[in-house]
């Protein structure tokens, strides 16, 4: 276990140069900013922690000395498939790799190459994988940290910022559950389940996780092609383990609801929701139950549930004024892109408000009508 680390400083910026990581199809890479100007290198560091319920990965890039920011993906993903098109973005390394530490677990048995997890290993519960969180933390000597997490993930952050209320300093939640299944959707998961464990993640499965992620235009129809990052997608999951699969998906099919512990979250809550996502109910049902004074929702139009691919710049806009709150911002170098939809021209009249800033934060729209 490594040496602990002070409680983090969350105004604290790098100086003229610093080497922050991500994945490229596959291979780790370093974004590396030299006077304001990022270039990329192949490069990075990852960890198989040991924890109460199994070793996990851990890809890390960035500086530790850095605020903590922690990703989870959704179910048959990793950080790379589920992270890679929202840090891609110019704007998004330049906020999030400026500004943090990544540290991107990946649930057990879902890193590139997996071998199947052996049978007589106990499949974790929903609390259990909460607690895989904290031990990560600890591993890496991590006080309090930013949250990022879809759909199962979220759900999974959301549960361990309720059990550790004083690690979660902020949660950024994408297309989240918190609600105990619904009986059609524990029966379709159950079908899913089966098909998994038999026939891994071939035909009927794979088209099924793709409408999980993915809205119906970019998947394609006999009007439009099929999108690159569903293709992208497909090809990732022809190289994943069913049975592992099915670990992760029974654990959050027996989730149970957190309903009443969102009313004592007392950390700043930003959600963002495809319009298209199966998990829309659940996620406007979560900023109904959380605490308005530290809530915001985020609707994203035309997109599914995995916004940090479909439409990765749509959220980049509000999660700068969320951070805003935490003391972080851009560098100046990247603040004044005339495309980028951080841009002042493109900001809503109520992410301008003092409650957006970080004291009160109020339900948005992130599209914005703009008359030039």
């Not at 997109?303 to 749509?314: A, M, R």
Request: proline share 6%; net charge neutral; charged share 20%.
């Amino acid at each position: 276990m490594k040496e602990p680390r002070r409680e983090t400083d969350w105004g604290r910026s790098n100086g003229r140069f610093e080497r922050v990581g991500f994945g490229v199809g596959g291979r780790r890479a370093d974004l590396v900013r030299r006077q304001g100007i990022y270039t990329v290198e192949r490069r990075g560091h990852e960890h198989l922690v040991a924890t109460r319920w199994g070793s996990i990965s851990v890809a890390v890039y960035g500086d530790e000395d850095k605020p903590a920011l922690v990703t989870y993906p959704d179910v048959a993903l990793n950080y790379m498939s589920c992270f890679q098109g929202l840090f891609f973005c110019p704007e998004a390394a330049s906020l999030l790799l400026h500004n943090f530490c990544i540290y991107h677990i990946t649930p057990q048995g879902h890193e590139l190459g997996a071998a199947p997890i052996p049978s007589d290993v106990p499949v974790p519960s929903v609390d259990d994988l909460a607690d895989q969180v904290a031990d990560v933390l600890d591993f890496f000597g991590l006080g309090s940290v930013m949250c990022l997490g879809v759909t199962a993930g979220a759900y999974v952050l959301t549960l361990f910022a309720t059990k550790y209320r004083e690690r979660v300093a902020g949660l950024m939640l994408v297309s989240p559950l918190c609600k105990t299944p619904s009986w059609s959707e524990w029966l379709y998961n159950k079908v899913l389940l089966n098909l998994l464990y038999y026939y891994g993640t071939r035909g009927l499965v794979k088209e099924t996780l793709l409408q999980r992620y993915f809205s119906k235009k970019v998947r394609g129809d006999a009007q439009y092609p099929e999108s690159d990052i569903v293709q992208a997608s497909r090809s990732l999951l022809d190289e994943k383990q069913g049975t592992n699969i099915w670990r992760f998906l029974h654990s959050i099919n027996e989730r149970h609801d957190l309903t009443d512990s969102l009313r004592k979250l007392q950390c700043r809550t930003l959600i963002f929701v495809g319009e298209n996502s199966e998990f829309h109910a659940d996620a406007i049902h979560m900023t109904t139950k959380l605490d308005r004074k530290y809530c915001a929702l985020v609707e994203v139009q035309d997109c599914g549930s995995l916004i940090t691919e479909e439409q990765p710049h749509t959220m980049l806009m509000p999660m700068e004024y969320f951070l805003m709150g935490y003391g972080l911002y851009r560098p100046y170098q990247f603040s004044s892109s005339p495309r980028s939809p951080l841009s002042p021209f493109c900001i809503s009249p109520e992410l301008l408000s003092p409650e957006s800033m970080g004291v009160k934060l109020k339900p948005i729209k992130t599209r914005v009508a703009i008359d030039f």
